[in-house]
């Protein structure tokens, strides 16, 4: 491929993340708009095993309000397009009255597929949360979901930067009178790394929740740092 038809490809790329940004940020100014912050360490058990540790805090309510605070740990295995993770997470959410600690276990799969400097990203997660355990009637009845993310990604030649376009919906799998898609999440995102071992992404999304009572929408920016250990 020549260097005019990378350049086509670059503009192409870069102008669809804008045009996306700039309606969504329409959108946004009639509806909740929230800020995700959060750090991750990641260290490398083996060639194949890692372990992470993400500490991460939640905004709602147009920044007025803290919606949630979390430690989450992971181990993966990666070989090749094939990965597998098993994760635990503990929360403090901010409820009407109260804050609730929440316990969140997840285990998940990925195919990332490359073509060209493309990669197109399949994620499935079954996810069980409990909230309020000790501190509610039905807190020791969890809230599950099947996960699934499709993702893709466009590595800029030249330069450190990787724009992503995704789609994600949340099937409710323990409600048996009421299994649907409860929320689905649109996210453009952009990765910047600094080097092999420290990297940032920007993303900014829209969450939707659909099929239950007071649906919502919610316009959120993520910022996230990552390093390696």
């Known amino acids: ?28 100014q009639t509806n909740d708009f929230g800020l ?14 890692d372990l992470s540790i993400e500490l991460s805090n939640r905004l709602k309510d147009n920044l007025n309000q803290r919606d949630a605070t979390f430690v989450g740990t992971e181990i993966s295995y990666a070989k090749k397009i094939f ?13 009407k009255k109260y804050n609730a600690t929440s316990h969140r276990f997840s285990w998940e799969v990925e195919f990332e597929p ?19 355990i000790n501190s509610s009637a039905d807190g020791h009845i969890p809230e ?11 590595n800029i030649k030249g330069l ?11 099937y409710r799998i323990n409600q048996y009178t009421t299994r649907q898609i409860e929320k689905n999440r ?13 990297s940032i992404g920007l993303s900014y999304f829209l969450n939707e ?15 996230d740092y990552k390093f390696d250990l």
């Open 114 to 132: 490359k073509i060209d400097r493309f990669k197109i990203g399949y994620r499935g997660r079954l996810q069980t949360q409990y909230t309020g």
């Open 1 to 28: 491929m020549n260097c005019l038809s990378h350049n086509h490809y670059h503009r192409v790329v870069i102008l669809t993340i804008i045009g996306i940004l700039a309606g969504l940020t329409n959108y946004a």
């Open 83 to 95: 990965s597998t993770s098993f994760l635990y997470r503990i929360s403090n959410e901010k409820k």
């Open 160 to 170: 450190p930067l990787t724009p992503s376009i995704s789609y994600e919906f949340f």
């Open 144 to 154: 599950s979901f099947f996960r699934n993310r499709i993702k893709l990604e466009y």
């Open 209 to 223: 929740t659909v099929h239950i009572a007071n649906p919502e929408k919610r316009y959120i920016v993520g910022i």
């Open 186 to 198: 649109y996210t453009v995102g952009l990765d910047y790394k600094f080097n092999k071992r420290n």
């Open 36 to 49: 995700w912050t959060g750090i991750e360490a990641k260290k490398e058990l083996s060639k194949r095993f």
